[in-house]
């Protein structure tokens, strides 16, 4: 009787071990930087940046152009059937984003 009290007590003091135990998580905080661009009117895209989108995307329209603190400008367009996203800078060269 003494030994089935014995194990008794060893399994139950093994389950409340393993409930005490603390259990480290590696979490990250991921800081995305999104861009902030305020909506402009057509007319006040920077001749450059028009010039070239005439230029490298003959046929395209602007639908709807943005500008951020940085002087780029995110330009809505459609060509034809497609319609898509361009970045440019003030001078009317493309950027990758």
Known sequence: ????????????GGFAAHAVTTVESNDAVVVINQEEFTEITVDEVP???????????????????????AKEYKLEITMGEQTGVLYANENGEWIQK
């Open 47 to 69: 001749e450059a940046v028009t010039e070239a989108l005439e230029r490298d995307f003959a046929g395209a329209t602007i639908d709807k152009a943005y500008t951020n603190e």
């Open 1 to 12: 009787m003494k030994k089935i009290l014995l194990a008794s007590a060893l399994i139950l």
